[in-house]
């Protein structure tokens, strides 16, 4: 596998940003689908037949929120629920964060509080651990 | 009585025998003797013969008294005896010492006396006693009528007082509906059976019905509970009040279900009512309609999430396109270039830090934050807190002292909260001195009556001060410090970063937690704020978000 570079799914409403943390992702030689809404990225899963990491906003285009999206990949008869989920927000409550928690996501960031090539090797890091060991 | 009738009954019988003899005797002589003697010796016999007879007369006239005496006389006293028996006199004593019958019977007599003498006097004891017994039982009888009369009486008057009681409890219960039906929350009353005993119109026009269909019923077949999340039947909070006898209160999330299947989000609690030997007889529940709270609540927080998820994402959009300018991502910079987005970046952080304090102060000022307090240790949090400004401390090469008491106790607070006291205060002491000064923290137990910077400390409370060699505060601005937005002139002098917010958080923060804050400043000298926090610890507060 070590040909094909790593994919990431980054679901976030916000277009400049969207646009940045893409441009920043391929500079670190991975491959990049985006989405802007839960039902954009179902979408993204089911036509992608890689996805080694999900990069999840909490507020997003449509009616359903991060965790509505992370309720629907999480559960049992999903082929997706084992894929790493890193949460990029820019507030949302400590309860809301207990709940990704709960449901199983990898990690919480706080968009304002953290720099973008932090965020974006620490989950580089992860999966490719995850590859090392597996 | 005839008096002396055996007297004269003898006399005269002994007086006719004697003459009878007499005669008889001279008759005989006369006749025998007629023939012999001529009639002078005749006469001269006849005259001694005369002669003689008185004198056998007197003393057969003595012989018979003496007779009778003997025998008269004892009868006469048994006469006597007799009659005094007769007339009831018991007490005379005959005596007749005759040694003959007379005397035996005298003596029966007697006995007859004194025996009648005993009987009649236990005649008469029994007699008194008969008396006493009758007028004892008479006493009785009427001692009896009188309790009688007494209990009569007295039942009356409780008849009359449970009539006014009735008639009380008529009006008290007249006066109980009418404060039900005026209360503005919904109230019901269910017994051990949970069924509903009382209701008013608040709660059963909330859940649909009319009072009477509720009445007399479980409540469960009308109102309806039912957790806001699962959908489940909450029949929790009268459960858990027969169970614990204790009032139970269910802030959020449950749900009455009307007749026509709307949910009504209400707010309840439900408190046992126990009867004088501490049995639960039953329950009273009181709730409220909160759907507007709740929704107000909601629109609050929901305000503030919106705000700072739009505040936010272009501070994230220009915080990230400035760092990989910087980063070289898109080409290398020149200087200035670099220079010029470095203040783009700078400015940027900025804006971020001020955001999140606005937001902060918004929740503050709108209620809808959370404290959940928890056992912390105070030390470990203020190391923390200092460790995120090491590199600022190095930078500026100050001296960082720490003063931890000894054992000190784990302090029930909210970790979030606290760590942004400590993180405001040591940074406000690392930013406002200049290179080379000294910044310390102190953290102890102090007693009531104890000093803390110069202010007596009422109760036993944990004891933080920060202080440090810095700018100070100049005295004419003291006491605009805590206010929002403030910054005093030669901060903003000094070092144009600061959103004037921190303290106004500090300060509120630590009143909530029942504390007390203060300084002591003095320009070009330094400044020491000092806490004091309460023991006991913070308290729990609800609401709908945790600040930061």
């Known amino acids: 596998m070590k040909n094909e570079k790593q994919v990431i799914l980054v679901i976030e409403d916000d277009q400049s940003l969207l646009m940045a943390i893409q441009d920043k992702i391929q500079r670190n030689g991975l491959a990049v689908i985006t989405a802007r809404s839960a039902e954009q990225a ?44 890193f949460v990029v927000s820019n507030t949302v409550g400590p309860d809301k964060v207990e709940v990704y928690i709960r449901l199983g996501v990898v990690k919480y960031y706080t968009k304002a ?5 932090g965020i974006i090797a620490d989950i580089k890091n992860y999966i490719q651990n995850i590859n090392i060991n597996n | 009585m005839q008096k002396n009738g ?13 003459l009878i003899v007499i005669a008889a005797v001279s008759v005989f002589f006369i006749v025998n003797t007629g023939k012999l003697v001529s009639g002078e010796v005749l006469d001269r016999i006849i005259s001694e013969l005369l002669f003689i007879t008185p004198f056998i007369l007197a003393f057969v006239v003595l012989i018979i008294y003496l007779i009778a005496s003997k025998i008269v006389a004892p009868i006469k006293k048994l006469r006597e005896a007799a009659g005094f028996l007769a007339k009831g006199d018991l007490n005379r ?25 005993s009987d009649k006097i236990e005649l008469q004891r029994y007699s008194q006693g008969l008396e006493k017994t009758v007028k004892e039982k008479m006493e009785d009888l009427e001692n009896k009528v009188i309790d009688l009369k007494i209990a009569r ?30 209360i503005g929350d ?3 009353v269910v017994d051990k059976d949970l069924r509903v005993v009382i209701i008013n119109e608040v709660a059963a026009n909330m859940a649909g019905y009319k009072a009477e269909e509720v009445l007399g019923k479980k409540y469960t077949d009308k109102l309806k509970f039912i957790f806001e999340e699962t959908g489940k039947v909450n029949s929790q909070f009268i459960d858990k009040a027969f169970e614990t006898k204790a009032v139970q209160k269910m ?34 529940v009181v709730f409220r309609n909160v759907t507007k709270e709740r929704d107000v609540d909601k629109a609050k927080s929901e305000f503030v999430s919106l705000a700072s998820h739009q505040l936010r994402t272009p501070l994230s959009v220009i915080n990230w396109y400035s760092e990989m300018l910087l980063g070289g991502d898109v080409g290398k910079l020149n200087e200035d270039q670099k220079k010029y987005v470095e203040e783009v970046y700078k400015g940027n952080q900025r804006m971020v830090e001020l955001v999140n304090s606005l937001l902060n102060v918004s929740r503050l000022e709108l209620g809808t934050f959370i404290v959940e307090p928890e056992p912390i240790d105070i030390v470990a949090l203020a190391k923390s ?13 100050l001296s960082f002292k720490e003063y931890y008491g000894d054992s000190l106790p784990m302090f029930n607070a909210d970790s979030k909260l606290l760590r942004m006291v400590f993180q405001n205060l040591l940074s406000n002491a690392v930013k406002y001195t200049p290179d080379n000064g000294e910044v310390s923290v102190n953290i102890s137990i102090i007693d009531a009556g104890e000093n803390l910077g110069d202010k007596k400390v009422e109760e036993k409370s944990f004891a933080i001060s920060v202080s440090d060699t810095g700018y100070g505060i100049t005295a004419g601005q003291q006491d605009k410090i805590f206010s929002k937005l403030f910054r005093a002139d030669n901060a903003r002098g000094k070092d144009t970063e600061g959103t004037g917010l921190g303290l106004y958080i500090v300060k509120a923060i630590v009143d909530l937690s029942g504390g007390s804050i203060w300084f002591k400043s003095e320009e070009n000298k330094g400044t020491a704020f000092y806490i004091t926090l309460p023991i006991g610890g913070m308290k729990k507060r609800e609401g709908a978000k945790k600040l930061g």
């Open chain 1, 113 to 117: 509080e953290k720099r973008l090539d």
């Open chain 2, 6 to 18: 055996i007297r004269k009954k003898m006399v005269i019988s002994c007086f006719l025998i004697t």
């Open chain 2, 385 to 397: 807190a200092a460790s995120e400004l090491k590199p600022q401390i190095a930078g500026k090469k």
């Open chain 2, 251 to 284: 802030f959020n999330h449950t749900v009455l279900i009307d007749k026509d299947g709307n949910k009504i989000q209400v707010s309840d609690s439900a408190a046992p009512l126990l009867d004088a030997d501490f049995n639960v007889v039953g329950c009273v």
């Open chain 2, 186 to 188: 919904g109230v019901f």
């Open chain 2, 93 to 117: 004593e005959v005596s007749v010492k005759t040694q003959d019958e007379f005397e035996d019977m005298a003596n029966s007599l007697n006995e007859m006396a004194l025996n009648l003498r």
């Open chain 2, 153 to 182: 009486d007295k039942i009356l008057s409780a008849a009359n007082d449970i009539d006014e009681e009735r008639q009380k409890t008529i009006k008290e219960k007249d006066k109980i509906d009418a404060i039900l039906h005026s």
């Open chain 1, 42 to 85: 179902m979408l993204c899963l089911s036509k992608n037949s890689r996805v080694d990491a999900i990069w999840l906003d909490h507020y997003l285009l449509g009616r359903e929120d991060g965790i509505d999206f992370v309720q629907k990949i999480k559960h049992n008869d999903s082929i997706w629920k084992n894929i790493p989920i």
